[in-house]
C-alpha cells in the first residue's frame, strides 16, 4: 500500500490540474477500488485531496509528514531514497538501517523515524530526538571501497547536507570539520557514520544525519551549541524536501567520490564552506594538545593544520577532535 501511496502522490505532484480517476488506474495498473482506497488513506494520514465527479483528484494541501509515500514521491534521484521505510518511533535508525542490511536491504535504502528512543551520536554520545521536528534519517550504501575510506563518507554526507539545506532554505550553512553542519555558530546537523566489514571486503555503510529543522526549544546544556533552520529563518520548513535535497545532493557527491575513491572532485566545495578554513584550532588527541592553523582539507578528509614553524599535519578525524580557540567552531 506504501508504495501505491507513493505513485499516487507522485502522479498527483506532476499535475496541476485534476487528474482522472481512469487515467491513474492506467498510470498504475489498478483497480479505481484501489484507487479510492489508497485517496481515502491518504486523506486519513492529513493529505487534502479534492475529488470531483467527472473531473477527478487534485493535490490542495499536504502535511509536514516525512512518511514514506511522501519522501518517496519527491525525492528527485537515480537510486538513493527509492526504498524509504518509515516508523514514527524507533530506537535509532542508525541501527534499524544495520538491521535492514543484515536482511539484505539494496543500496540506497533510506529509514526515517519522528521519535528516536535512543538516538545515537558520536563517541558513544546520545542524540536529543524529540518527535516530530526534526529529521532522523538514515542511509545504506553497499560501496565498493575499502574499509579505511569509509569516514570520507561522513565528510560527503556532512557537504550534502550543506549543499541541500542551502537548496531547500536558502540558508548557507558551514562546516565544522569533519562533518558538523552549523549555521550562526552552532550546529544543526551532526552525523553518524557506521560499516560493517566482512573478511576485510565492505559489506555496508550506514550514514545517519540528524539535522535540527523546527525544534524551537533546546535543552539548556544544548542551546549554545545547537540550533535550527526555524530558529536561523524565522520561518518553519517542510522537513521532507529538506531530507529529499540533501539525499539528491548526496547522490550526486557520491557518483564523483566514487571516479576516485577520494575526495579529488569535492575538496574545493568542502574547503569553500570548511568555517575552520585559515583558523586557528586546538587539536585534542588521547594524550596531547597543540594549536596550530587550518588549511583545509587534502583528497582523504583529513585536516591540514600548520603548526609555528611551518610544519603542516594531516589529522585524521577518527583520532583527534578540533576545537575552535574561543568558540565551538
Ligand atoms: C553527532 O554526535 O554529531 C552525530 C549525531 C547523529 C544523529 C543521527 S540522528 C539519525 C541517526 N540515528 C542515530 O541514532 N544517530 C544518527
Given at each position: 500500500?506504501?508504495?501505491?501511496?507513493?505513485?499516487?502522490?507522485?502522479?498527483?505532484?506532476?499535475?496541476?490540474?485534476?487528474?482522472?480517476?481512469?487515467?491513474?488506474?492506467?498510470?498504475?495498473?489498478?483497480?479505481?477500488?484501489?484507487?479510492?482506497?489508497?485517496?481515502?488513506?491518504?486523506?486519513?494520514?492529513?493529505?487534502?485531496?479534492?475529488?470531483?465527479?467527472?473531473?477527478?483528484?487534485?493535490?490542495?494541501?499536504?502535511?509536514?509528514?516525512?512518511?514514506?509515500?511522501?519522501?518517496?514521491?519527491?525525492?528527485?534521484?537515480?537510486?538513493?531514497?527509492?526504498?524509504?521505510?518509515?516508523?514514527?518511533?524507533?530506537?535509532?535508525?542508525?541501527?534499524?538501517?544495520?538491521?535492514?542490511?543484515?536482511?539484505?536491504?539494496?543500496?540506497?535504502?533510506?529509514?526515517?523515524?519522528?521519535?528516536?528512543?535512543?538516538?545515537?551520536?558520536?563517541?558513544?554520545?546520545?542524540?536529543?530526538?524529540?518527535?516530530?521536528?526534526?529529521?532522523?534519517?538514515?542511509?545504506?550504501?553497499?560501496?565498493?571501497?575499502?574499509?579505511?575510506?569509509?569516514?570520507?563518507?561522513?565528510?560527503?554526507?556532512?557537504?550534502?547536507?550543506?549543499?541541500?539545506?542551502?537548496?531547500?532554505?536558502g540558508l548557507c550553512p558551514g562546516i565544522?570539520?569533519?562533518?558538523?553542519?552549523?549555521?550562526?555558530?552552532?550546529?544543526?546537523?551532526?552525523?553518524?557514520?557506521?560499516?560493517?566489514?566482512?573478511?576485510?571486503?565492505?559489506?555496508?555503510?550506514?550514514?545517519?544525519p540528524g539535522i535540527n529543522v523546527n525544534?524551537?526549544?533546546?535543552?539548556?546544556?544544548?542551546?549554545?551549541?545547537?540550533?535550527?533552520?526555524?530558529?536561523?529563518?524565522?520561518?518553519?520548513?517542510?522537513?521532507?524536501?529538506?531530507?529529499?535535497?540533501?539525499?539528491?545532493?548526496?547522490e550526486k557527491n557520491l557518483e564523483i567520490?566514487?571516479?576516485?575513491?577520494?575526495?579529488?572532485?569535492?575538496?574545493?566545495?568542502?574547503?569553500?564552506?570548511?568555517?575552520?578554513?585559515?583558523?586557528?584550532?586546538?587539536?585534542?588527541?588521547?594524550?596531547?594538545?597543540?594549536?596550530?592553523?587550518?588549511?583545509?582539507?587534502?583528497?582523504?578528509?583529513?585536516?591540514?593544520?600548520?603548526?609555528?614553524?611551518?610544519?603542516?599535519?594531516?589529522?585524521?578525524?577518527?583520532?583527534?577532535?578540533?576545537?575552535?580557540?574561543?568558540?565551538?567552531?
Amino acid at each position: 500500500m506504501e508504495k501505491t501511496k507513493s505513485r499516487i502522490l507522485k502522479e498527483l505532484r506532476q499535475r496541476d490540474d485534476y487528474l482522472s480517476g481512469q487515467e491513474l488506474c492506467q498510470q498504475l495498473g489498478i483497480s479505481r477500488t484501489a484507487v479510492w482506497k489508497n485517496i481515502k488513506a491518504l486523506q486519513g494520514e492529513g493529505y487534502e485531496i479534492e475529488a470531483v465527479q467527472n473531473r477527478g483528484y487534485r493535490l490542495r494541501k499536504v502535511p509536514d509528514v516525512i512518511s514514506a509515500p511522501e519522501l518517496e514521491s519527491i525525492v528527485n534521484t537515480q537510486w538513493v531514497g527509492k526504498n524509504v521505510h518509515f516508523k514514527y518511533e524507533t530506537d535509532s535508525t542508525n541501527l534499524w538501517a544495520k538491521q535492514l542490511a543484515e536482511q539484505g536491504a539494496p543500496a540506497g535504502t533510506v529509514v526515517v523515524a519522528e521519535r528516536q528512543t535512543k538516538g545515537r551520536g558520536r563517541r558513544g554520545r546520545t542524540w536529543v530526538s524529540s518527535e516530530g521536528q526534526n529529521i532522523y534519517m538514515t542511509l545504506l550504501l553497499r560501496p565498493e571501497i575499502q574499509p579505511q575510506d569509509a569516514p570520507m563518507v561522513t565528510l560527503l554526507m556532512g557537504l550534502s547536507v550543506a549543499q541541500g539545506v542551502e537548496k531547500a532554505t536558502g540558508l548557507c550553512p558551514g562546516i565544522k570539520w569533519p562533518n558538523d553542519v552549523v549555521l550562526d555558530g552552532k550546529k544543526i546537523c551532526g552525523i553518524l557514520t557506521e560499516m560493517s566489514v566482512q573478511a576485510e571486503y565492505m559489506d555496508y555503510v550506514v550514514v545517519g544525519p540528524g539535522i535540527n529543522v523546527n525544534q524551537t526549544d533546546f535543552p539548556q546544556e544544548l542551546s549554545d551549541k545547537a540550533t535550527s533552520l526555524r530558529l536561523q529563518a524565522g520561518r518553519a520548513f517542510r522537513r521532507v524536501e529538506v531530507a529529499a535535497a540533501v539525499l539528491e545532493a548526496f547522490e550526486k557527491n557520491l557518483e564523483i567520490f566514487l571516479e576516485t575513491c577520494d575526495l579529488t572532485g569535492l575538496q574545493e566545495q568542502y574547503n569553500h564552506i570548511l568555517l575552520n578554513m585559515n583558523q586557528e584550532v586546538r587539536i585534542l588527541d588521547k594524550d596531547s594538545e597543540r594549536t596550530g592553523i587550518a588549511r583545509g582539507i587534502n583528497n582523504r578528509g583529513e585536516l591540514l593544520v600548520e603548526y609555528p614553524g611551518g610544519k603542516t599535519e594531516a589529522v585524521f578525524a577518527g583520532e583527534v577532535s578540533v576545537r575552535g580557540l574561543y568558540s565551538y567552531v
